[in-house]
């Protein structure tokens, strides 16, 4: 099935999905979480996909969150609701292939559904990120909750209670660790499929083991995380069967700018 609201692409194992709604800033509706529902098992079962590349078409927005206009499907009982975030996140959906998210613009409200999930968040120096929720009398708790888990308590509460009134800059967001690196707008798309490809080359076993190994730890304590990992590097780095010739490995560096 074709998707609707975004361009999905695979070159040489990098999956690049591009958001395209630009209309409405990238803001998601159902057919959005329809289409990621499909992309995500996609990703999951297709073995010559090892990373994904997330960015937004259009020059204002990389995403605004839900598409207020028309809205998403809602079941009439309200315990029969579901979070979009089970459509839309990628570690919900049981995806452990790396995330590479390239913001620029506003990133906003339902954005952290992607951002709070990616493994590597780079964005342009233009980039906003801000949640409005509070502003409109709406309690911001999901992606609030999950931005808690990669920046400082008190940069999340910020966020969530300051809504509207302030916009996080790129250069905090560097600051705060929301992000890595920070890039010239004509820069972002280019760097942001070089990292791709760059652990696409690797033993795409060891990458997703990693990246299942750091998450599923953030659930548990650390001596819990710990044991649990050690059955990880078990699982993944089977004995006598080593995946890489040590003497083959380019020695490829870079510095972080």
């Known amino acids: 099935m ?11 194992h990098v999956a690049t999905i591009t958001l395209n709604r630009p209309e409405v800033m990238n803001g998601f509706n159902q057919a959005m979480l329809d289409d990621f529902e ?3 098992r996609t990703v999951k079962a297709d073995d010559d996909v090892h990373v994904v590349v997330l960015r937004g078409a259009g020059e204002r927005a ?13 079941h009439p009982n309200v315990w029969s609701r579901s979070d979009p975030g089970e459509y839309l996140s990628p570690k919900l959906n049981q995806v452990w292939k790396p995330l590479v998210c390239a913001v620029h613009g506003m990133a906003a409200g339902g954005a952290f559904y992607w951002l709070n999930e990616a493994d590597i968040l780079i964005c342009s120096d233009d980039a906003t990120f801000f949640d409005p929720h509070v502003s409109y009398g709406l309690t911001a708790a999901l992606e609030p909750i ?19 009134d302030e916009r996080l800059s790129a250069a905090r967001a560097l600051q705060i660790g929301l992000v890595s690196e920070v890039l010239p707008r004509a820069e972002l798309w280019e760097r942001a499929d070089e990292i791709a490809r760059i652990i696409a080359a690797k033993p795409p076993a060891a990458i997703q083991g990693t990246v299942r190994a750091v998450w599923e730890s953030l659930d548990a304590t650390r001596t819990q995380a710990l044991r649990t990992g050690l059955s990880y590097t078990q699982i993944g780095n089977p ?15 870079w510095t972080l700018r």
């Open 2 to 12: 074709e998707p609707k609201t975004v361009l999905y692409e695979v070159t040489d």
């Open 38 to 40: 499909q992309i995500w």
């Open 62 to 74: 990389f995403c605004t969150g839900m598409d207020v206009k028309e809205g998403i499907d809602r």
């Open 146 to 164: 999950g931005l808690a888990r990669r920046i400082p308590l008190g940069e999340t509460l910020r966020i969530a209670l300051l809504g509207l």
């Open 239 to 253: 004995v006598g069967k080593a995946a890489v010739d040590r003497s083959s490995v380019p020695r490829r560096q």
